[in-house]
């Protein structure tokens, strides 16, 4: 199973970029596919996750900004981010469960058993 990542670049405040994230190997229809980032001398912080019933939750500091999508007819996950801030600069990590844990193993990258190889996204003026 893998896990690609792409989309990361240099964006201003305020300006907006799109991550992408394909699974080969499996699919996961109905199973977790999440966004993590981990900024320098920082852990990894939940960002987003696509569940199953179709649900979406957000870590508190992107809600509202950001949007996670999933295709999967296409085993693919997207992270639209708006309004970004130099906050968010981070290497950002796809993230992805063959369970369905407990809701609150969602918000930890324990939760997950593959994970893609990371995109840096810097914001700075």
């Known amino acids: 199973v893998q896990l690609q990542a792409c989309g990361g670049g240099l964006v201003q405040p305020g300006g907006s970029l799109r991550l992408s994230c394909a699974a080969s190997?499996?699919?996961?229809?109905?199973?977790?596919m999440a966004w993590f980032r981990q900024a320098p001398g920082k852990e990894r912080e939940f960002v987003a996750v696509?569940?199953?019933?179709?649900?979406?939750n957000y870590g508190d500091s992107v809600k509202g900004r950001f949007t996670i999508s999933r295709d999967n007819a296409k085993n693919t996950v997207d992270l639209q981010m708006n309004s970004l801030k130099v906050e968010d600069t981070a290497v950002y990590y796809c993230?992805?469960?063959?369970?369905?844990?407990?809701?609150?193993?969602?918000?930890?990258?324990?939760?997950?058993?593959?994970w893609g190889q990371g995109t840096l996204v810097t914001v700075s003026s």
């Open positions: 696509s569940r199953w019933g179709n649900m979406r």
């Open positions: 993230a992805a469960s063959q369970r369905n844990p407990v809701l609150s193993a969602l918000w930890r990258p324990e939760g997950y058993d593959y």
């Open positions: 190997g499996r699919t996961f229809s109905e199973k977790p």
